[in-house]
T-cell receptor, first 114, second 110 residues
């Protein structure tokens, strides 16, 4: 299996621009997670989906952030408009779900907003 | 108070030595526990799950103490390649609400 695939690996953009991060989960995994990691706040859960349906988006910082999962093999995280404080590494993870099941992470997207 | 707390370290460990560290969690209803390893600028990778009875995987031993609400990780015969940040992960009240600790940095020195 190819694992969780994220793109792009690096994104540099200017404040105010729209940013779209992409994720392909492991085939057969019903759960997909978006995390953000910074030095100050560590790993934060932004949102997660089960069978393409958002279950908990309480970690989404504000209305500038939105996430979609149109099908079982693709998800996007969009920031519009982006701000310098959004600079972080964004990880996508997927899981089979259920007690004891683990998360498997993608390689992440390093986002820099200038 | 954070839901999952770890000593950030760093723990400086001579090669071949043993190192152990803990992670405390606040939600007594937590059901699943894991240790992940994260190398600099890389994604977290599962090191091992933590079971109620404790479990061992080679040089790594994990323990769970529900009464005191902490999990521990012990690394025996440390290798240089064990240098990394170790993240404690707790599945809180409902499945999917994984809470990550800030990580414990381990530096193994020759």
């Amino acid at each position: 299996d190819a694992g969780v695939i994220q793109s792009p690996r690096h994104e540099v953009t200017e404040m105010g621009q729209e940013v779209t991060l992409r994720c392909k989960p492991i085939s057969g995994h019903d759960y997909l997670f978006w995390y953000r990691q910074t030095m100050m706040r560590g790993l934060e859960l932004l949102i997660y989906f089960n069978n393409n349906v958002p279950i908990d988006d309480s970690g989404m910082p504000e209305d500038r952030f939105s996430a979609k999962m149109p099908n079982a093999s693709f998800s996007t995280l969009k920031i519009q408009p982006s701000e310098p404080r959004d600079s972080a590494v964004y990880f996508c993870a997927s899981s089979l779900g259920g007690q004891g099941e683990k998360l498997l992470f993608g390689s992440g997207t390093q986002l820099s907003v200038l | 108070r954070k839901e999952v707390e770890q000593d950030p370290g760093p723990f400086n460990v001579p090669e071949g030595a043993t190192v152990a560290f803990n992670c405390t969690y606040s939600n007594s209803a937590s059901q699943s526990f894991f240790w992940y390893r994260q190398d600099c600028r890389k994604e977290p990778k599962l090191l091992m799950s933590v079971y109620s009875s404790g479990n061992e995987d080679g040089r790594f031993t994990a323990q769970l103490n529900r009464a005191s609400q902490y999990i521990s990780l012990l690394i025996r015969d440390s290798k240089l390649s064990d240098s990394a940040t170790y993240l404690c992960v707790v599945n809180a009240d409902s499945w999917g609400k994984f809470q990550f600790g800030a990580g414990t940095q381990v530096v193994v020195t020759p």
